[in-house]
């Protein structure tokens, strides 16, 4: 026993130097045996390797995180310019992820409930609306881009052609006041030509007080008089059927509606006339959507037509880095444009004239059946176009 003690002692203090006996190392043994029958040691003592993942991903996060800072920085110092175009992509990509992850939770939960596109909220409706017509827009550059190392000449053509092949995600702010006034303006150029369409067909009309009436509609509105509600609901009648309803429209008038809706004037006449059936009746079924809902619970980006909301985007502030906030919802940076997309330019005017606006195109929308949608889509302009001299 002594000379057991007098072995461990001196292996403790020369380490290996000394190597125990035949009796010490057995005496271990059952020393080692005798711990394993006994409690189990606590596992505070090492980490489980849940934790070890956790640690790991968590050092990694925070390395992302001080590069990523460093990278801005250095960006922001030495490439200004290329800095403002880096910061607009990267956002408009969050933005847009955001959009279609909101999408996806719609379009889930209509299947769920067996909900069709007329019976969502307002909102829902709209977000859907304006996703589809982006995801159209990028789809045609993710078609061009196929080609090998034609996606190098696809970011050329997106630099220099920002507003044909961008969607509003990536316009900065000045982008968006730019870009939907040269939008408006195109449509601006088809008003006078619309009128003159409808001038043609007043001899076609068989009932005489009508034939009256459009005349002195389209008198006022070339004199820059803005139409009163009851003058354009008295035309009901002509617009539901020859020679201004809506199969019955003329070719070249179709066009020039298309232009008037801000959509391609290039496809053959049965594909815009239900192009335009097709986009009219989706305007109808978010009227009736924002009736229900109320003038007064629209935002003012909702109302007019909203800008892209940067945060310090003035200064183009970098991304904070691994930033976990939500970036602007669709109703914030897209627009929903609930006056923009019925033709009226908002973006100068002030949001009580857009909302007192809006309740005139509510009033005529809501009193009109599906089979009444021509004059809805003629609304566009005899409704916009000398609205508190907004005709230039």
């Given amino acids: ?124 409706m709209e977000h859907l609306r304006q996703f589809r017509q982006d995801v159209t827009k990028c789809l045609f550059l993710g078609i061009i881009s196929i080609p090998p190392f034609a996606n190098y000449l696809v970011f050329l053509l997106m630099y220099l052609f920002p507003r044909q092949l961008l969607i509003r995600h990536f316009w900065t702010p000045k982008q968006q006041t730019d870009f939907l006034d040269i939008y408006h303006a195109f449509r601006k150029q088809s008003h006078p030509e619309i009128i003159s369409y409808l001038e043609k067909v007043i001899p076609l009309i068989s009932d005489a007080g009508l034939r009256w009436r459009l005349t002195d509609l389209c008198t006022k509105i070339q004199r820059g008089t803005h139409p009163a509600i009851h003058d354009i609901l008295a035309l009901r009648e002509c617009f539901s059927n020859h020679p201004l309803g809506m199969n019955q429209l003329q070719a070249l008038h179709v066009k020039a509606l298309s232009r008037a809706m801000l959509l391609t004037s290039y496809l053959p006449p049965p594909l815009l006339r239900h192009r335009l059936k097709t986009h009219t009746t989706v305007i109808h079924q978010l009227d009736k959507a924002l009736a229900k809902l109320g003038i007064g619970q629209l935002t003012a980006q909702e109302v007019k037509s909203a800008r892209v909301q940067w945060h310090s985007l003035g200064s183009l502030q970098p991304l904070p880095p691994g930033s976990s906030d939500p970036p602007t919802s669709a109703s914030q940076v897209a627009g929903l444009q609930a006056c923009y997309l019925r033709g009226l330019n908002s973006t100068h005017i002030g949001e009580d004239r857009c909302r007192t606006w809006l309740g005139e195109w509510l009033q005529i929308s809501c009193s009109l059946k599906e089979a009444e949608l021509s004059l809805l889509l003629h609304n566009v302009v005899l409704l916009s176009t000398n609205y508190l001299g907004t005709r230039r």
């Fill in 1 to 124: 026993m002594a000379l057991s003690r007098v072995c461990w002692a001196r292996s403790a203090v020369w380490g290996s130097a000394v190597t125990p006996g035949h009796f010490v190392t057995r005496r271990l043994q059952l020393g080692r045996s005798g711990l394993a029958w006994g409690a189990p040691r606590s596992s505070k003592l090492h980490l489980s390797p849940k934790a070890d993942v956790k640690n790991l991903m968590s050092y990694v996060v925070t390395k992302t995180k001080a590069i990523n800072g460093k990278y801005h920085r250095f960006l922001g110092r030495h490439f200004p310019r290329f800095y403002v175009l880096y910061t607009i992509f990267m956002k408009g990509l969050q933005m847009l992820w955001a959009d279609a992850k909101k999408a996806r939770r719609i379009k889930t939960n209509m299947w769920k409930h067996n909900i069709k596109f007329h019976q969502l909220p307002y909102r829902e």
